[in-house]
């Protein structure tokens, strides 16, 4: 049976995943225009899945490649009780992928002819997961992603974290982007970013549910930095959170015939804290580029000396935690 994680489209393997096979671009998809649709959620599954397809329908309108929701966009990131009825009450809105909610969304991506990236509680073994699919402009999953860095101290703790980060070869009039995903807390931890980009990864889509004002965006300004990829982050408007749905292109270099020349800013957009579809356009060819003559990435890396990152050991006795799930895995079945 295929593992569910290698939808068409995805490259490397769930537990080992180390060397790209994606080739060098040829210079296809110049421009590739982004809608971060920031939105507040009602609360209801149904209400938010009618929003959800109007804001993908206007990003089209607008343009857009690729519309990208807020994290856990079916619940609207509600959070779970700690009683064990509500717990249970929380689990049962979990949805399986084949839902008629997220298909929706399939059905969508094909007649609008657009990249759609939806989140929903994923029903999964045991514990829901907190999950982003990729859906590509002819209706077909090419990346299934949960949450790894679950937020074990909060709420999160109620739900399965992933396993592995992938990257997908997304299908784009004219050409193709090689895409990952993350979600909100991933960005904390560079290893996601890193992972993602030794894995081929020019984009990195970020669905968020936090206060993303100051610090949090610097962090996302670090990992596009170090990688030199592109990373997309889509938070709740006001009053679910404080927007701020930002892109950085990763290009923080001018080029001047030499490695590491003028300092530039990569920070293409960032928007308030108001609810709208906001267009943002990423000159890929120029990223492509870049990453070909400078110098962050995986290009003078030197992984012999990073053993200690490999490792499920708690090593440093400050940051034992309780109640974390320091090597969890959880697969089907």
């Avoid at 180390?18 to 609360?43: E, I, K, M, Y």
């Avoid at 050409?175 to 931890?189: H, L, P, Q, S």
């Avoid at 970020?206 to 990373?231: D, K, W």
């Avoid at 030499?258 to 943002?280: C, K, S, W």
Wanted: negative net charge; proline residues 6%.
């Amino acid at each position: 049976m295929q593992d569910p994680r290698l939808l068409p489209g995805v490259r490397g393997h769930p537990k080992r995943n180390l060397v790209p096979v994606f080739g060098l671009h040829n210079g296809v998809v110049t421009d590739l225009r982004l809608a971060l649709c920031q939105s507040a959620s009602s609360g209801d599954p149904q209400v938010n899945l009618e929003k959800g397809l109007a804001v993908c329908s206007r990003a089209a309108e607008e343009g857009a490649d690729i519309a990208i929701l807020p994290e856990m966009w079916q619940i609207g990131y509600a959070p779970c009780p700690d009683d064990e009825a509500g717990r249970a009450r929380w689990q049962e809105m979990a949805i399986p992928r084949h839902d008629p909610w997220v298909s929706a969304f399939r059905r969508a991506a094909s007649d609008l002819n657009l990249a759609i990236l939806t989140t929903f509680l994923e029903r999964w073994p045991a514990s829901p997961r907190n999950t982003a699919l990729l859906i590509d402009r002819h209706g077909q999953d090419v990346l299934c992603y949960a949450k790894v860095h679950t937020c074990d101290w909060g709420m999160e703790k109620a739900l399965a974290p992933g396993e592995s980060f992938e990257v997908a070869r997304l299908d784009i009039e004219g050409g193709f982007v090689d895409v990952g995903v993350m979600i909100c807390a991933d960005r904390e931890f560079p290893e996601s970013a890193r992972e993602l980009m030794l894995g081929g990864a020019e984009l990195i889509l970020v669905p968020n549910a936090c206060p993303m004002a100051g610090e949090r965006t610097c962090q996302l300004r670090s990992r596009a930095f170090e990688n030199m990829t592109a990373i997309a982050t889509v938070n709740y408007s006001a009053p679910d959170q404080d927007g701020h749905s930002s892109v950085f292109d990763g290009m923080v270099f001018e080029q001047n015939g030499q490695p590491n020349g003028q300092p530039r800013d990569q920070l293409i957009f960032e928007a308030g804290d108001g609810e709208d579809v906001y267009l943002a356009t990423l000159n890929l060819d120029a990223l492509r580029e870049y990453r070909r003559r400078e110098t962050m990435g995986d290009a003078y890396r030197k992984p012999s000396a990073y053993r200690r990152l490999m490792s499920d050991e708690q090593s440093v006795p400050v940051f034992d935690r309780s109640d974390s799930r320091r090597g969890c895995v959880i697969t089907e079945g």
